[in-house]
């Protein structure tokens, strides 16, 4: 609550400032030498970048900017045909080599994006997703907007997301180096995507899939993120291969997928599925879907998220909210109730039920390669995993994922966002129409001879001629989609949450070398979990709770009333105790220091 009560006090001390002089939003200010910079630019162009971030800035205070040398290229498949798109920098050193570099607080990293929010019109969907997957437990990628500037130009409001990286501050698995091709060197740590082809080498669906890394035996693209094709080993590469193909064996030939859970991390498996779910992800399972695996000896399980690419999520369908296609599944090219073009604007239906991401015709036209894995199907069928769903659904929806708890935070950012809307919008005059690829930008990029406009498909919602409708109405959907979900899954919401946070691991990236001298507990490295916490968790072991903390505190097991059941201090590192006999059988949350310690 702390971090949305500065948002909120900060804005409101500079609300009486003349936006259009000083701003409430950290500032970019691109330089790309008088190069062009658009989607015909493929590789990385050389640029300046400087960056405010003070608690006002002012615009003609570019120059006294923090300055960095950059690389910067257009992002995206689809969306870097908007005239808004995303952009990918990568901060470089004087050699041109990739630099680590903390941008707006975050921990250091060298590869950045910087999202473009064109079709999405609350400017929120990207940010919101990936703080309900936070808030859950999980890393994903944290955000802030910011104003963008490039060769002058304004160019709107962007959030800056960290890039799915390996690392000890993004996705927490171990480093693969080339001498590790056996034993249990070679079963982690590796992050993938199933996605279309082109995602590394630029073009939704162009070039071979052996250009960025292979197919499973059901025909799945698996994008190589870590190691990227270029630097992995065959051995690995033919380890990660057998994993999977081993993983949709288990439901081929008649088989029914006993075993699965000894191929996939249960508690990341019931997670993302409720998470693409309660976002509405038209994207959901057949593309920008990330997983990773650790080593075994870490876990070693096939690991689902971090999530990604919500611009087609939260009901941002094709058509305004009167105009009809309020069905259900989702779904591309107006499939299940989108209307003409992509994404839904309806809050009923299952995305892992549409019948077009299960092969049945594909995505874009591209055949069987891009479908929801078998094996994720196969486990959502289960009756056993729809058991654990259910409960794992009551416990983020009483807490974490509770409407107040949503409420409070989408409070605190529509009035941190409330004049960078006004600007956003005057210099992209998109509210309450259509807007898509190869929209005219009204004030072009500078350098570049050719301007976008033409055909191109119209992409997100027209809900409303306001920022403030817009951002009302992702808010209603988001409600009216949880309801859905807790009608379909048995569920009733109580009167408050009760617990608002997860404990969250704050990287104290300042004083790493100092922490490198610390052995972590119980020899859990901290590169080696996706949780956000990864020194903070607990497991369930027959009749028996293992806590395993780094903070220390007051342990309490709360039933999803309110009620407190058990209550204990413990110490740091490893605490085995007995299950309460008030707590035996019983469905409760786990906390600590009246925060959700996550599984």
């Not at 249990?184 to 080498?201: E, M, Q």
């Amino acid at each position: 609550m702390g971090h949305w009560a500065k948002i909120i006090s900060t804005t409101a001390l500079f609300a009486s400032f003349t936006f259009a002089q000083t701003y409430d939003l950290p500032i970019v200010f691109i330089d790309t030498k008088q190069k062009c910079l658009d989607k015909s630019v493929t590789e990385k162009i050389p640029a300046t970048m400087k960056v405010l971030d003070g608690k006002t800035n002012n615009v003609a205070d570019s120059a006294k900017g923090t300055r960095y040398d950059i690389g910067i290229k257009v992002r995206g498949q689809s969306s870097a045909l908007f005239p808004k798109p995303g952009y990918g920098v990568e901060v470089r050193d004087e050699k041109g080599e990739g630099m680590d570099v903390s941008l707006f607080g975050l921990p250091p990293g060298d590869d950045w994006v910087f999202h473009g929010p064109y079709v999405d019109k609350s400017m929120m969907r990207n940010a919101l997703a990936h703080w309900l997957f936070r808030q859950a437990g999980h890393y994903s990628p944290r955000s802030r907007h910011f104003d963008l500037y490039i060769n002058g130009v304004y160019r709107g409001v962007y959030v800056l997301l960290e890039k799915i990286k390996r690392g000890k501050y993004r996705v927490n698995v171990s480093k693969l180096k080339e001498t590790d091709v056996a034993g249990d060197s070679v079963t982690g740590g590796y992050i993938w995507a199933f996605d279309k082809t082109g995602t590394n080498t630029g073009g939704a669906g162009s070039g071979p899939i052996e250009k960025e890394g292979f197919n499973t035996s059901d025909g799945l693209n698996v994008i190589l993120h870590y190691p990227k094709k270029e630097n992995i080993q065959k051995a690995q590469e033919e380890y990660l291969k057998k994993y999977l193909n081993d993983l949709e064996g288990l439901f081929k030939n008649g088989k029914n997928g006993s075993g699965y859970e000894n191929y996939v991390d249960m508690t990341s498996a019931l997670d993302y599925v409720l998470h693409e779910e309660i976002t509405n992800n038209a994207d959901s399972y057949w593309c920008s879907f990330f997983l990773h695996k650790p080593k075994d000896s870490k876990g070693g399980k096939v690991t689902l998220g971090p999530a990604w690419d919500f611009n087609l999520a939260m009901s941002n369908g094709s058509q305004p909210e009167n105009g009809g296609g309020q069905g259900g599944q989702g779904g591309m090219w107006g499939f299940g109730g989108g209307g003409n073009g992509f994404g839904s604007s309806g809050v009923t239906g299952w995305q892992i039920e549409n019948s077009q991401k299960s092969g049945n015709g594909g995505m874009w036209g591209m055949g069987s390669s891009l479908k929801a894995p078998n094996w994720l199907l196969g486990m959502w069928k289960d009756s056993h995993y729809q058991s654990e769903l259910k409960k794992r659904w009551a416990e983020l929806r009483s807490g974490v994922w509770h409407t107040k708890t949503m409420d409070a935070y989408l409070d605190s950012m529509k009035i941190y966002l409330k004049n960078a809307a006004d600007r956003n919008f005057k210099r992209w005059p998109n509210l309450g129409k259509a807007s898509g690829q190869n929209d005219t930008d009204p004030e072009p990029m500078k350098y570049c001879n050719s301007q976008s406009g033409g055909f191109g498909m119209a992409m997100g919602g027209y809900n409303a001629d306001t920022w403030d409708g817009e951002f009302e109405h992702l808010r209603k959907k988001m409600k009216e989609r949880m309801a859905w979900m807790d009608q379909q899954l048995g569920f009733t919401e109580p009167a408050n949450p009760i617990v608002t946070e997860p404990v969250i691991h704050d990287p104290d990236w300042q004083n790493d070398e100092k922490n490198k001298t610390d052995p972590p507990p119980m020899n859990v490295g901290l590169d080696d979990f996706s949780r956000l916490s990864p020194t903070n968790f607990f497991t369930v072991n027959g009749d028996y709770l293992e806590i395993q903390t780094s903070l220390g505190g007051t342990f309490a097991l709360i039933d999803l009333n309110g009620t407190v059941l058990f209550k204990t201090r413990i110490n740091k590192g490893l605490t085995t105790l007995r299950i309460p006999s008030k707590a035996m059988n019983r469905h409760w949350i786990a906390t600590l220091n009246g925060k959700m310690l996550s599984k």
